[in-house]
């Protein structure tokens, strides 16, 4: 099934007003969204139009019962200035396990597809040249019934936007091992990108920030006990002879910058280890100094260095000059999505402008 998607320009693009040099992350939009709805038990009416406000119903079903979910991913330039999209196919992937646990319809690959180049081929000017640069894309979708009732929704938007970003240059994270609230529990909803899972983080992220951390480390919500993630990245240890990330059994989030680098690592023939992996191991060994590094990964800072980790009194500080890997690894992602090192994988994908409109 081919979607036809009709096309309304600005009549003056905004791009020479944006200063590529200065971006605040998550403030600056690009020209056009893509938008299609949901009703009937089909998508329909896709258009790609200028940004703006959607009218909503104060009974609107997302705003009482939650059913929103999304996805981040990023376009780029190569080096010879053609745009470029990331595996972009796992995000399709990963927003239609998102829907299927809210009870939400599939988005079909191809319409997110198409979508995705026709649009990203449209706003090509507003991806800043920049290495580490990007242009940030959120797909998401949302329920519209206007309705007060506990139940699936039968109409949805689906809307994607572009927001040009920087090299986000995250400085390291403090993190504390969080021994009160949870994330995600077995049979919950932790492995959906849905918003409701940022909303219930706000409270122990702001008592984190309050004790002078940057982010929460989740535990598991059975024996506090298992390391899961942290806010909005995925994270990975690295020992002498090793390194070991969370195993992705229902509760984490399944990051496709994850899955990406410990495909880098295993290519390069790097000991990857996924599994459940105690709090109490990674202490021991720090003590025995055979912790080296531990960071983050997700799509918006690609991987982040974690200077320390607080387990109640316990301290682990990681040193700057022991980031290695991580430096190593940001670098090689950063140089597929510039074109600059073969990508033996297929997952760099330009831009195709031929999609139908
Ligand atoms: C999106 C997200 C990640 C990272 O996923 P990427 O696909 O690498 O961007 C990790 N954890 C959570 C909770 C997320 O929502």
New binding site residues.
Partial sequence: MTHKITIKKVAQSRVNEIDFDNIPFGREFSDHMFEATYSDGKWHSCEIKPLSRISIHPAMLTLHYGQAIFE??KATKHVDGRPLLFRPE??AE?LNASAHRMCMPDVPPQLFLDALHTLVDMEAEWIPARKGSALYLRPFMFATDEYIGVSSSTSYKFIIMCLPVGPYYSKPVKLRAERKYV?AVDGGV?EA?VAG??AASLYPARLAKEAGFDQVLWLDAHEFKYVQ??????IFFVFKDKIVTPATTGT?????????LIEIMKDRGMQVEERKISIDEIKEAYKNGDLVESFG????AVVANISLIQDGDFQMTFDESNWKTSRDLKKHINDLRAGEVPDNHGWVIPVHSEVMA
């Fill in positions: 981040g991913m796992l995000h990963r994330r932790g990108k899972n940022y993630e942290v806010g909005t990245m995925n984490i989030l399944k990051g496709i910058t994850r899955k990406t990964a997700g799509t918006a």
